[in-house]
């Protein structure tokens, strides 16, 4: 008998590309995916979905044996491993009788909500806790693009940029961001354009595979990024290779920013860096000289102490130097005119200004928060959409829950991330979620968070369920997909998405009016009901599930910058007003030879984490047995120079240690790192080790983030965000194991 083979569109969601690809569905069973031949580039689409190994195990992963396939409520003690199956009805009724105790004797801001790093709808997550009266909401976003957000939209007006990375681009220069492992899709288009005679610039503590590929690597040391950039500021001022034309007539505060420059001459800053004087004004000339030119700063700058200041320089380069929204350069993007907001469906305007008030850590780190987005979007409106989503401080809450101050925290609700993983300080977030009185994972897996949880309920993947793509907001492309698969399979699996969770939720707890869509599909259907298009599936007909507008240039030759004062704040007004120092200043990481020589001398290694990797995204994918075997342990990459120093050789185990604890991974020789640095991978438990405590799938063993830093006064100032690099650590073998 033939069996046919259905092909159908999607838009994959196992990492930030979003590639579009077609999956072939035999019998109603998923059988692979490949790329959408259909899309413009198709060319390129594929080489990046046929190298990609999550996508070779797509089938792998969703009829994986460990799938959570329906709502588990927890029958012993928390972290006991025993669970007891139980029917979406059940789950959420319980649910929401505890959630109505606790708004009773707590207060609806003792509902706290973490999610990850935006792989699903998170809008509609928002929309029930501003309707609930919660601002709790904590999250990934705080330190992963959101402080290139808050810094663009602050100073320019304008969300981020895209780094339009073309066959025009004559300069490209990467700041902390690794594209080979972690963003394909610019790896291809670095390797066109490197191709057609581009300059590439790279700086990072490690030689990366684009460092090996660059024309000049500056190879700093981890957290003075700050300190570079100002300096390369100072040369292309002192030098005069500013474009003067765009300085006098779109930048604000030049004079001032001059007079600041002066504070880090290349040689001052050499000692500060270790990157030599002559190299830093070389970048700095080769920079300013070669255009377009695009910045790409990714998380080697956003998760450092220092890294809103540091945003602040590197948009301060691509102004000084005019590489604002030019084919070839940076592009302005806003969001696509006609499609309904995330900022729209998320009703923030619902939640009283006296909620609002009480946000966690809002009063503190500003930027990131309700003050911030407030002076932002008087200004910034038309350009960057409604506004954004202002996030409460992680570990202000994870504190609160553990204190009871500023007021007791004592519920949480995780979505699509894992924070006794990815959050710095696990052994606090830890203790923490044991203390609350109810704990709420929706999730794939039982994942260590998951498994100290009251509640653990299975989610629809994105072949499982429709979704909209358009970069938060922030891109002008729109990607639409409907799933190719079904969620449920009666007597088998129930699994359902973030949406039937909120809107269940919502539904009990008197927020019936606010939830008129049955299904996520109607509800993303009124997100694109402007277009004219008709029904999700019409949608789906007319546009083949993509809507791209044409470029334009230069955008604000027409319109202006959303500022304060319609340029780019060099000096930044909105920092000023906020009670900030409204220029970009160095100050040395909170941890290190310089700030803590007395911690130095116990810990004297530099310890940078994160450090992507494929085939795995953050935490997960460590149970597809295909993936694992390309990459079966945690690595950290030492110089052998200092590892031979300390009796380690490559594939040893050594323990990592801070003054927060320690960890071990497995030592990887690499002399591309400077002997004084080591770097760790993140994202480490082992599915495979049991699940209960005090077990939970060895997170302790592994995990960097057990050992990493998220006191508070080490935090950015400005937006709250934690320091994952530039820490201090020892390293030594583990004797048996
Ligand atoms: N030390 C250190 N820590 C870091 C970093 C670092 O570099 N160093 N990087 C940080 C950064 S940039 C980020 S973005 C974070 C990532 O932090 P997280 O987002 O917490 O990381 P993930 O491992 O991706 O966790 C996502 C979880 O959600 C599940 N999931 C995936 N998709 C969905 C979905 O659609 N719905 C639901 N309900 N669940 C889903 C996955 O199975 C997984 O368990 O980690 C941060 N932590
Ligand atoms: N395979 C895979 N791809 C991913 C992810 C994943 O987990 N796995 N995660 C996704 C997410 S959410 C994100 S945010 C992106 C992150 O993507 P990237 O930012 O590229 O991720 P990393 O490799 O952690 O860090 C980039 C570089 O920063 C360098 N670095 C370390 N400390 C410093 C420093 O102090 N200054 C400078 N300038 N550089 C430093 C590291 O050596 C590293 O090469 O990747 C996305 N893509
Ligand atoms: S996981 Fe692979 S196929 Fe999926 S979006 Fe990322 S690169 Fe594309
Ligand atoms: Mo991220």
């Not at 300059?199 to 700093?220: G, Y």
């Not at 390369?232 to 765009?246: C, G, H, R, W």
């Not at 968070?449 to 429709?466: K, N, T």
Request: aromatic share 10%.
């Amino acid at each position: 008998m033939i069996q046919s083979i259905e092909v159908k569109k999607s838009v994959c969601m196992w990492c930030h590309i979003h590639c579009r690809v077609e999956a072939h569905i035999k019998d109603g069973r998923l059988e692979r995916i490949e790329e959408d031949k259909d899309l413009p580039g198709a060319e390129q689409a594929r080489a990046i979905v046929r190298a990609c190994p999550r996508a070779r195990a797509a089938a792998e992963w969703l009829y994986h044996p460990d799938r959570l396939n329906y709502p588990l409520k927890r029958i012993g003690e928390r972290g006991e491993g025993k669970w007891q199956a139980i029917s979406w009805e059940q789950a959420l009724d319980e649910i929401a009788e505890e959630l109505k105790g606790i708004m009773e004797r707590y207060g609806a801001e003792a509902i706290a909500t973490s999610s990850g790093t935006g792989r699903t709808h998170d809008e509609y997550r928002i929309r029930f806790f501003n309707l609930l009266g919660s601002p709790n909401n904590i999250g990934q976003g705080l330190i992963c693009y959101g402080p290139g957000s808050m810094v663009s939209r602050a100073i320019y007006g304008w969300p981020d940029f895209y780094p339009a990375v073309g066959r025009t681009t004559r300069c490209i220069m990467l700041l902390g961001a690794n594209p080979k492992q972690a963003a394909r899709g610019l790896w291809q288009a670095i390797l066109i354009s490197q191709r057609e005679g581009a300059k590439l610039i790279v700086v990072d503590p490690r030689r990366t595979d684009a460092a090996a590929r660059a024309d000049i690597w500056l190879q700093l040391r981890p957290g003075t990024d700050c300190a570079l950039y100002l300096s390369m500021i100072n040369t292309i001022i002192s030098e005069e290779l500013y474009d003067k034309d765009f300085v006098d007539r779109w930048c604000y505060g030049f004079d001032k920013l001059a007079e600041r420059a002066q504070d880090y001459p290349p040689e001052k800053v050499a000692d500060i860096t270790w990157v030599p004087a002559e190299r830093i004004r070389q970048a700095a000339r080769m920079y300013a000289t070669t255009k377009p030119g695009v910045i790409v700063h990714t998380m080697g700058v956003e998760h450092l102490a220092n890294c809103i200041e540091a945003i602040h320089a590197r948009y301060i380069l691509t102004a000084i130097t005019g590489n604002i929204d030019v084919r070839g350069g940076e592009e302005m993007r806003s969001p696509h005119h006609q499609l309904r907001e995330e900022y729209e469906i998320e009703l923030n305007e619902k939640l009283s200004p006296e909620q609002k008030k009480k946000q966690i850590g809002a009063e503190r780190f500003k930027l990131s928060s309700k003050y911030g987005n407030e002076l932002i979007t008087k200004t910034a409106k038309s350009r960057i959409g409604s506004g954004h989503t202002t996030f409460a401080h992680a570990p202000s809450v994870y504190r609160a829950m553990i204190t009871g101050k500023p007021y007791p925290v004592k519920a949480m609700l995780t979505v699509a991330s894992n924070p006794l993983v990815t959050q710095p300080n696990v052994k606090l977030v830890y203790k923490a979620i044991k203390s609350l009185e109810l704990y709420v994972v929706h999730d794939f897996w039982l994942t260590p968070s998951a498994e100290i949880a009251d509640y653990v309920l299975p989610c629809a993947s994105w072949l499982e369920r429709p979704g909209i793509f358009n970069y938060w907001d922030s891109a002008s492309f729109v990607h639409v997909a409907d799933a190719v698969v079904s969620p449920k399979l009666e007597g088998q699996y129930d699994r359902r998405p973030d949406y039937d969770l909120w809107r269940g939720l919502g539904i009990r707890l008197g927020q019936e009016e606010f939830w008129p869509w049955l299904s996520l599909k109607e509800a993303l259907a009124y997100r694109l009901e402007p277009f004219g298009f008709g029904s999700f599936d019409e949608f789906m007909q007319k546009t083949g599930g993509t809507i791209r507008p044409a470029k334009e240039e230069k955008k604000y030759e027409k319109v202006g910058f959303g500022t304060p004062t319609g340029k780019v704040e060099l000096y930044s007004t909105i920092l000023e007003k906020l009670g900030y120092d409204p220029l970009p200043k160095y100050y040395e990481p909170p941890e290190s030879p310089v700030s803590a020589p007395q911690v130095a001398k116990d810990y004297p290694l530099i310890l940078t984490t994160g450090v992507r990797h494929q085939p795995f995204y953050h935490s997960e994918h460590r149970q597809i047995d295909s993936l694992r075997k390309q990459h079966p342990d945690p690595l950290v990459q030492i110089n052998p120079e200092t590892a031979s120093r300390l009796g380690i050789e490559d594939g040893d185990w050594v323990w990592i240690e801070t003054p927060r604890g320690r960890i071990r991974q497995r030592c990887q020789y690499f002399k591309g790192i400077d002997p004084r640095v080591v770097a760790a991978q993140h994202g480490w438990w082992f599915p495979e080790l049991p699940g209960e405590e005090p077990w939970l799938h060895g997170v302790w063993e592994s995990n960097i983030n057990v050992v990493t830093d998220d006191e508070p006064e080490h935090c950015n100032q400005i937006s709250g965000g934690w320091p994952l690099r530039g820490l201090l650590c020892k390293v030594y073998k583990v004797k048996h194991y």
